[in-house]
């Protein structure tokens, strides 16, 4: 059982550029998280999703970001005409049920390291 | 508004002792805390949960406290070892179904 797959691990894109960071769950798993961690700062939230849902966005900055995890394929961040300050680790985790239900742990992938030159 | 914080950036411990982290959080009550493991370059592991109702959890080496009064959870690790060295950091989860972390604590285990 494959854990939370993450791709790319790097990501090199020029000012104005675009983004797409990939994110399949586990096996099982209809609940996707997004989280940003900047150098030397924790995980920031970003978004929640369940399968063709977004559920909260709230820490999704609302220009040039979107994400989507639609009924087939993985779960993708898009990031559009990127910014020096977009540059970050971009962590997805997943989980069988919401978090908050059955105190269900979540599981993280690798991480996509984008930076924007 | 919520807050979690976890008040040591970096901690050293000599080997062989206990590395004990501290998490506080304010302006809510839990109903669960997480700890999780993050080495360099690598996503979160999960490593233990402690229920509100719950005054202490172990797992091998791994103890985690959850003291509702002070609004507190401690972390320990004993007879601590070099490979223990990683990022440490402490989660809730908010009303919206949001894991939300501290900022993590460095934790180094001098030889």
């Known amino acids: 059982n494959a854990g939370v797959m993450q791709n790319p691990r790097h990501l090199v894109r020029r000012r104005g550029q675009e983004a797409r960071l990939r994110c399949s769950p586990m096996?099982?798993?209809?609940?996707v998280y997004w989280y940003r961690q900047l150098p030397e700062e924790g995980l920031k939230f970003m978004v929640y999703?369940?399968?063709?849902?977004?559920?909260?966005e709230s820490g999704m900055p609302k220009e040039r970001f979107s994400a989507e995890f639609p009924k087939e394929g993985p779960s993708i961040l898009r990031i559009q005409q990127v910014v020096r300050g977009d540059s970050a680790a971009y962590f997805c985790?997943?989980?069988?049920?919401?978090?908050?239900?059955?105190?269900?742990?979540?599981?993280f992938g690798q991480g996509t390291r984008l930076t924007v030159v | 508004s919520q807050k979690i914080e976890q008040n040591s950036e970096a901690l050293n411990i000599q080997e062989g002792k206990t590395a004990t982290l501290t998490c506080n959080y304010t302006?809510?009550?839990?109903?669960?805390l997480q700890w999780y493991r993050q080495d360099p370059g690598r996503g979160p592991v999960f490593l233990l949960l402690?229920?509100?109702?719950?005054k202490e959890k172990r797992k091998e080496r791994l103890k985690v406290t959850f003291d509702t009064t002070l609004k507190q959870s401690l972390f320990h690790i004993t007879a601590s070892q070099p490979a223990d060295s990683a990022t440490y950091l402490c989660?809730?989860?908010?009303?919206?179904?949001?894991?939300?972390f501290g900022k993590g604590t460095r934790l180094h285990i001098l030889p």
């Open positions: 989660a809730h989860l908010n009303r919206d179904d949001k894991i939300i």
């Open positions: 985790a997943s989980s069988a049920n919401p978090t908050g239900t059955l105190n269900t742990e979540a599981f």
């Open positions: 402690i229920r509100e109702n719950e």
């Open positions: 302006n809510y009550s839990p109903a669960y």
């Open positions: 096996k099982g798993h209809s609940h």
């Open positions: 999703l369940q399968k063709e849902n977004i559920i909260d």
